[in-house]
């Protein structure tokens, strides 16, 4: 089951979460959605409660290969 929230960001509009999948969905004001897996919950945990979460994101997820992405919509 996706957990799915909006957040503060001037990136990032909503954060989804699959914990039993270890999935990360990410959409941004642009209206793209990405997913990303091997994501554990300590890492999402993190992002939802940095002081920037896109700041987070792209320090800790975008572009990490141990991270694959696809785009969803």
């Known amino acids: 089951m996706i957990t799915e929230k909006e957040v503060v960001s001037s990136q990032i509009k ?3 979460y ?3 999948k270890k999935e990360l969905f ?4 642009k209206g ?4 990303y897996s091997n994501v554990q919950m300590d890492l999402y945990l993190s992002l939802m409660s940095a002081d920037s979460i896109g700041s ?3 320090k800790n997820i975008k572009g990490k290969t141990n991270y694959p992405f696809v785009l969803v919509s």
Do not use: A, L, P, Q
């Not at 990410?26 to 004001?29: N, S």
């Open 14 to 16: 909503k954060v989804g």
């Open 18 to 20: 699959d914990e039993e």
């Open 26 to 29: 990410v959409t941004f004001h």
């Open 32 to 35: 793209s959605t990405y997913k």
């Open 56 to 58: 987070y994101f792209i």
